[in-house]
């Protein structure tokens, strides 16, 4: 029979301890200084331990849709929020609802939490509409219109650059035109979208046969004068322009030019509206170097964007003009030069900020409703400071508890679980700082919570390893084959184990909302850390110090001493020798 091979460790066993450590040692040096090159060394807090803004926003039907504001429209609203918040790189915003009109916006204090803010309260009621007509911000001295198509006493309204701006496949260099107010403001009100029934001086055509001028209807007159008052210099006057005008309705608006400066602007009802949008993102305009945004239309959408680009492309300005009206203000008046459909470009007077803004706002969608901000509260870190110090202190008493276990009952192994958990401590710690940054998430009190279960579940594998090396030593075997023949049986147990944890972690992050997540990601992240930790670092750890003097004679301090055990004494092979036996008697 050959002898075995010299150097061959035990069937199951791991003969390079070595090769695991190296690999768990650069694992820890890259993600340390990974950690440290990033800038973020500390894990992003949540808004219980970092305080932040706590929003509240009622929602507002629009005349006549009051049953709008339902459960379905409701849960859509705070999905489209929670998205467009969370897009922005926020982490552990919470967005629920609060009765049957109210929603609740959670936004933890961050680098950006006054974008975040200024996204929630936009509602991102999106419409586009043909512009009708455009003049100065101030006030008008004069009536606003004349059979000649200008109004009287109005000065000359001033170049406009976002009615500069082109709407088109590829948007060429913009230029900053003047606006002009174009026919009179009855005629222009008499049709929802514009059509080129007026000659260029602003007069109707001649039919040939004399008519009495029809009474203006009442509804244009009172746009007309409200066109005419309106003051895009005063906030509440530009935030209180379209309100209660219904979609299918025309309206007035403000806007800013080019420069900065406020304009007014006459529109028609709205031809497309935010739900008509089906993607859209910021951009560099290669030929220009400006900002857009590049939009693609829905099926439906693109039918509807067909339709009015190809009435407007035929139209003088300021008629060939579309206004994207976002929250009652005009952020883009661009020109039409062609009949478009699925896609388009916005450009105007962006900067990367506001192009990101807008895009961000689209992408997700237009809210189903309005809604008006009820209340914005600070919320501070007190509370949840003190009850993260008292969570900290019972953790660190569970913690002082296990390693006193471990010292009393294991001895020299517990050195080896103390390290352990050193180890985990460190990477849990170095993931939950780069996780932050990465994919935004925050330690809130929950997920504490879950780093402090996590201590118990980590122990536990420790445990399971060391029984089983102590129970091959009451066999009667020595140590080193002991600690090879324990691995396969105890690995086995520590995976089931912690399969069934993460399995549960995994569960309950999928079927809950908020801060409970947090508990779940952590609890699943640890548990994955222990498998780590048990394969690359105990079992690795327990291999070399078998082989040393302290542990391999059983020292009575090592924890691993037979005769405390209880060991069995070394089965040991004799020859028996036999009476010569009689022929006859065989």
Not at 214 to 234: I, R, S
Not at 328 to 352: C, D, K, M, Y
Not at 510 to 526: C, D, E, N, P, S
Request: glycine share 10%.
């Amino acid at each position: 029979m050959a002898a075995p091979k010299k150097g061959r460790g035990p069937a199951g066993g791991q003969s390079r301890p070595g090769r695991a450590l190296a690999i768990i040692l650069i694992a820890m040096v890259a993600l340390t200084g990974g950690m440290f090159w990033s800038g973020h060394t500390t894990p992003r807090l949540g808004i219980d331990l970092a305080g932040g803004t706590s929003i509240t926003l009622k929602a507002k039907a629009e005349p006549g849709q009051e049953s709008a504001v339902n459960e379905t429209n409701m849960n859509t609203a705070v999905g489209i929020i929670e998205r467009r918040v969370n897009g922005l790189g926020v982490s552990e915003a919470e967005v629920q609802t609060q009765g049957a009109e109210n929603i609740i916006v959670n936004i933890p204090r961050g680098t950006n939490e006054k974008q975040a803010r200024e996204q929630v309260g936009t509602t991102a009621q999106l419409y586009f509409r043909p512009v009708l007509a455009v003049a100065p911000a101030a006030p008008q001295t004069a009536p606003s219109a004349t059979p000649s198509g200008k109004p009287s006493g109005s000065p000359k309204p001033t170049a406009s650059a976002s009615s500069g701006a082109t709407v088109g496949e590829k948007s060429p260099t913009p230029t900053a035109t003047a606006s002009t107010q174009g026919r009179a403001l009855t005629e222009a009100l008499k049709a929802p979208s514009p059509t080129p029934t007026a000659s260029s001086s602003g007069k109707p055509k001649a039919t040939g046969t004399p008519q009495a001028t029809p009474k203006p209807d009442p509804a244009t007159a009172a746009l007309e004068q409200k066109f005419t008052a309106l003051n895009c210099l005063d906030p509440k006057a530009r935030a209180a322009a379209g309100q209660g005008v219904k979609s299918s309705e025309p309206t007035v608006a403000c806007g800013k030019n080019a420069v900065g400066q406020w304009e007014k602007y006459l529109l028609g009802p709205a031809e497309v509206d935010g739900r008509d949008v089906d993607n859209a993102k910021a951009g560099l305009d290669q030929r220009t170097g400006q900002w857009i945004v590049d939009m693609e239309f829905t099926d439906a959408g693109s039918k509807k964007f067909q339709s009015i680009t190809s009435k407007l492309s035929q139209q003088t300005e300021p008629q060939n003009q579309f206004a994207i009206v976002l929250d009652g203000e005009v952020v883009s008046a661009p020109r039409v030069q062609t009949t478009l459909s699925a896609s388009a470009q916005i450009s105007g007077s962006f900067n990367q900020q506001s192009a990101q803004d807008l895009g961000n706002i689209l992408s997700y969608g237009a809210l189903p409703l309005a809604f008006q901000t009820q209340s914005v509260d600070t919320v501070t870190a007190a509370l949840g400071g003190d009850q993260l110090q008292a969570g900290l202190l019972a953790g660190a008493i569970g913690l002082a508890l296990v390693i006193i276990y471990l010292v009393a009952y294991y001895r020299g192994l517990s050195l080896i679980a103390i390290l352990s958990l050193g180890v985990s401590a460190l990477l849990t710690y170095v993931l939950m700082a780069l996780l932050g940054p990465a994919i935004g998430f925050a330690l809130n009190l929950p997920a504490v919570c879950g780093a402090i279960v996590a201590i118990g579940i980590t122990a536990d594998s420790f445990i399971v390893y060391f029984e089983r090396i102590r129970d091959e030593l009451r066999e009667g075997r020595t140590l080193r084959p002991a600690v090879e023949r324990a691995w396969p049986r105890a690995r086995r147990t520590i995976l089931v184990s912690d399969f069934v944890s993460f399995l549960a972690a995994a569960v309950l992050f999928i079927v809950t909302v908020g801060k409970v997540q947090g508990f779940a990601f952590t609890l699943g992240l640890t548990t994955l850390l222990d498998i780590v930790v048990v394969f690359l670092f105990t079992k690795p750890v327990m291999t070399l110090l078998a082989r040393t003097k302290f542990f391999g004679n059983g020292h009575k301090w090592s924890g691993l001493d037979p005769k405390r055990l209880g060991a069995k004494p070394p089965l040991r092979r004799t020859r028996r020798t036999h009476a010569p036996v009689d022929a006859k008697e065989a």
